[in-house]
């Protein structure tokens, strides 16, 4: 890796990002001018600060994060198919939020929703049991891991479906629209909070993305390099979680980014995660801003959930690219 | 002579069966020792409990005049290197890439390879014969090509010693003797200290100076190769009767098993 390819790989995802960052609160069912939201001229200015900027930027921050959560469950799992919610994480968010609304806990708390609350913390139980369970004799193995979060997967929607079954219309309703996904829950202060966050998150994983590369010949292997491989192992299974439970406590599980935006980025610029971590959270980002605009603006004045986008358009551009790289996935 | 190993009643066990019984010896630099003996004697096990891989044996291994558990893990892989039967990579890493990676425990960069980097992982693998293959896909090539790619990322690490896991078992017989006359070269001219786990009793005989032969966790017989290689070894050994010959070109011995 050569200083100019990092300069000119990740700068040109940075600035592509950015672009749609800047462009996407313009795009909208109503028409704003940009001489109206300046002045500060409403609706123009509510529409634009209020309504739109929070979104997109939440949005952004919702892709990037589920992207590199997802290089790193695949990195550390050492499987293509890992992807952000395949150890319970989206699963344990989700219950959470079930519960939330199955008790009619439908407030908001100091600009907070009590659903994400209860997601969050639902993510985060998840979180630890799955460690604790994968945990034997000071070691975390791949496969109890995969086992862990795979079987809790599954007592979990189990639960979920009891929840689902005994609640009454109005709570079902919201419970389905939860699993698809929306990125309208956020404010200024959501985007405010989680940012510190998520890019304190991004500057650690770069500082170690150079010892992930050996991962892929096996833990034995990287060993054998000098890699520390329970520490490393254990500080990105948990960043990866937090990230990944953080995010979805707001928007609820988006499918498709966490595991699309990582394969995109390892087909075009190679498996190294000196490169793979940065340029994903950009790509990430920028993908589920742009989809997110599509899926409010597509069918205006409805909205459609954005997971239905992101499918939509990542699976056949994505199907294109295997096409013509096949054999190195 | 200065040992580099040293190991004193070494015991251990995966589960409470017992896989290594009381080992003791010493390996000195530069040697090149060939580890022989049946399936499940517990070669690999050893030779990755001296590799610093497996932690939680009983009795005593130092390395280089220091407990090995002493050692934290990037200053022993900046002195030993290990290579294993095969190599599978999860992901589409270039040949080149692979090398590189034998840099990590000399932590030269964060975000980027520094010169001294690509010129070791130029020199290793000018030396391994796998210049051609540079920027190829690892998982695209040969076994013979992969098996070389890992011993120079091996050798990009810069260590000391070269611990290997019988390395030539997939090759064909080109790509066997191609190996180790490398690993001969580097023996002789660098003084690298080699250990290799093998069941290729004759190519070992060819190459190694030493010859430790282990069965059911003990030391069976330790020595020169046609010192070990006699008929009554070999039935200690691997319970076979063996005809043992000198080679027509004179390095040494080989055998010719026969129930």
Redesign the interface.
């Given at each position: 890796?050569?200083?100019a390819r990092?300069a000119v790989a990740v700068g040109l995802c940075a600035i592509v990002c950015l672009l749609v960052l800047v462009l996407a609160p313009w795009i909208g069912s109503t028409g704003v001018t940009w001489r109206n939201v300046l002045a500060g001229v409403r609706p123009d200015r509510d529409i634009f600060f209020v309504a739109r900027l929070p979104r997109v930027l939440f949005a952004g921050l919702v892709g990037g994060a589920l992207a590199t959560a997802g290089v790193l469950f695949?990195a550390i799992l050492?499987?293509?198919l890992a992807d952000p919610f395949t150890l319970g994480v989206s699963a344990g968010s989700s219950l959470g939020a079930f519960i939330a609304i199955w008790l009619g806990l439908e407030t908001v708390v100091l600009g907070i929703p009590i659903v994400s609350v209860t997601a969050f913390a639902g993510a985060l139980l998840t979180i630890l049991l799955v460690f604790f369970i994968a945990r034997t004799g000071g070691e975390m193995p791949t496969f109890t891991l995969i086992l862990a979060g795979v079987t809790l997967n599954f007592v979990f929607f189990a639960v979920m479906m009891f929840i689902h079954y005994a609640a009454d219309f109005n709570e079902s309703y919201l419970m389905t629209r939860w699993t698809m996904g929306a990125l309208d829950t956020a404010d200024m202060r959501t985007v405010a909070g989680a940012a510190p966050f998520i890019i304190v998150s991004l500057l650690a994983l770069?500082?170690i993305?150079?010892?992930l590369?050996?991962?892929?010949?096996?833990e034995?292997?990287a060993?054998?390099?000098?890699?520390?491989v329970r520490r490393l192992k254990t500080i990105c299974y948990f960043i990866a979680s937090i990230l990944t439970g953080a995010v979805t406590a707001f928007s609820g599980p988006i499918g498709f980014v966490g595991l699309i935006v990582p394969h995109t980025m390892?087909l075009v610029l190679?498996?190294?995660h000196?490169l793979l971590i940065p340029t994903s959270f950009f790509v990430g980002s920028a993908f589920l801003v742009m989809c997110d605009t599509a899926a409010r603006t597509m069918f205006a004045p409805t909205e459609i959930p954005v997971g239905v986008i992101t499918a939509l358009l990542g699976g056949p551009f994505f199907i294109g690219l295997l096409k013509r790289k096949r054999?190195?996935? | 002579m200065t040992a580099l190993f040293s190991l004193n009643d070494l015991r251990f066990g995966y589960t409470s069966v017992p896989v290594l019984q009381g080992l003791s010896t010493e390996i000195a630099a530069g040697e090149f020792v060939a580890l022989i003996g049946p399936n499940g004697a517990g070669k690999s096990t050893l030779l990755?409990i001296v590799?610093?891989?497996i932690r939680g044996y009983r009795g005593h291994v130092e390395f280089s005049g220091k407990a090995l558990t002493q050692w934290?893990?990037?200053?022993?892989?900046?002195r030993?290197?290990?290579v294993?039967q095969e190599?599978?990579?999860?992901?589409?890493?270039?040949a080149t890439?692979?090398v590189l990676?034998?840099r990590?425990?000399h932590r030269t960069?964060?975000?980027?390879?520094s010169p001294r980097d690509v010129e070791w992982t130029r020199e290793a693998m000018a030396l391994t014969d796998t210049a051609s293959v540079a920027t190829k896909?690892f998982n695209?090539l040969s076994g013979g090509e992969r098996q070389r790619v890992v011993l120079a990322s091996a050798l990009a690490?810069n260590p000391d010693v070269l611990l290997l896991d019988e390395p030539t078992v997939y090759l064909d017989l080109k790509h066997q003797l191609q190996f180790y006359d490398i690993l001969e070269r580097l023996n002789a001219e660098r003084g690298l200290t080699i250990v290799s786990v093998t069941h290729d009793v004759n190519l070992a005989a060819r190459y190694a100076r030493r010859m430790i032969a282990i069965r059911s966790g003990t030391f069976v017989v330790d020595g020169r190769p046609n010192e070990v290689l006699t008929p009554q070894h070999l039935y200690d050994i691997f319970e076979i009767r063996a005809a043992v010959f000198e080679r027509p070109d004179g390095r040494g011995t080989y055998i010719i098993p026969s129930h």
């Amino acid at each position: 890796m050569t200083a100019a390819r990092f300069a000119v790989a990740v700068g040109l995802c940075a600035i592509v990002c950015l672009l749609v960052l800047v462009l996407a609160p313009w795009i909208g069912s109503t028409g704003v001018t940009w001489r109206n939201v300046l002045a500060g001229v409403r609706p123009d200015r509510d529409i634009f600060f209020v309504a739109r900027l929070p979104r997109v930027l939440f949005a952004g921050l919702v892709g990037g994060a589920l992207a590199t959560a997802g290089v790193l469950f695949q990195a550390i799992l050492r499987n293509p198919l890992a992807d952000p919610f395949t150890l319970g994480v989206s699963a344990g968010s989700s219950l959470g939020a079930f519960i939330a609304i199955w008790l009619g806990l439908e407030t908001v708390v100091l600009g907070i929703p009590i659903v994400s609350v209860t997601a969050f913390a639902g993510a985060l139980l998840t979180i630890l049991l799955v460690f604790f369970i994968a945990r034997t004799g000071g070691e975390m193995p791949t496969f109890t891991l995969i086992l862990a979060g795979v079987t809790l997967n599954f007592v979990f929607f189990a639960v979920m479906m009891f929840i689902h079954y005994a609640a009454d219309f109005n709570e079902s309703y919201l419970m389905t629209r939860w699993t698809m996904g929306a990125l309208d829950t956020a404010d200024m202060r959501t985007v405010a909070g989680a940012a510190p966050f998520i890019i304190v998150s991004l500057l650690a994983l770069m500082w170690i993305a150079r010892q992930l590369n050996p991962f892929a010949a096996g833990e034995e292997w990287a060993a054998s390099r000098g890699v520390d491989v329970r520490r490393l192992k254990t500080i990105c299974y948990f960043i990866a979680s937090i990230l990944t439970g953080a995010v979805t406590a707001f928007s609820g599980p988006i499918g498709f980014v966490g595991l699309i935006v990582p394969h995109t980025m390892r087909l075009v610029l190679g498996p190294d995660h000196r490169l793979l971590i940065p340029t994903s959270f950009f790509v990430g980002s920028a993908f589920l801003v742009m989809c997110d605009t599509a899926a409010r603006t597509m069918f205006a004045p409805t909205e459609i959930p954005v997971g239905v986008i992101t499918a939509l358009l990542g699976g056949p551009f994505f199907i294109g690219l295997l096409k013509r790289k096949r054999g190195n996935l | 002579m200065t040992a580099l190993f040293s190991l004193n009643d070494l015991r251990f066990g995966y589960t409470s069966v017992p896989v290594l019984q009381g080992l003791s010896t010493e390996i000195a630099a530069g040697e090149f020792v060939a580890l022989i003996g049946p399936n499940g004697a517990g070669k690999s096990t050893l030779l990755k409990i001296v590799a610093g891989l497996i932690r939680g044996y009983r009795g005593h291994v130092e390395f280089s005049g220091k407990a090995l558990t002493q050692w934290n893990s990037r200053d022993l892989a900046r002195r030993i290197a290990f290579v294993p039967q095969e190599t599978h990579m999860a992901f589409p890493f270039t040949a080149t890439e692979i090398v590189l990676m034998g840099r990590l425990p000399h932590r030269t960069g964060v975000l980027t390879d520094s010169p001294r980097d690509v010129e070791w992982t130029r020199e290793a693998m000018a030396l391994t014969d796998t210049a051609s293959v540079a920027t190829k896909i690892f998982n695209q090539l040969s076994g013979g090509e992969r098996q070389r790619v890992v011993l120079a990322s091996a050798l990009a690490q810069n260590p000391d010693v070269l611990l290997l896991d019988e390395p030539t078992v997939y090759l064909d017989l080109k790509h066997q003797l191609q190996f180790y006359d490398i690993l001969e070269r580097l023996n002789a001219e660098r003084g690298l200290t080699i250990v290799s786990v093998t069941h290729d009793v004759n190519l070992a005989a060819r190459y190694a100076r030493r010859m430790i032969a282990i069965r059911s966790g003990t030391f069976v017989v330790d020595g020169r190769p046609n010192e070990v290689l006699t008929p009554q070894h070999l039935y200690d050994i691997f319970e076979i009767r063996a005809a043992v010959f000198e080679r027509p070109d004179g390095r040494g011995t080989y055998i010719i098993p026969s129930h």
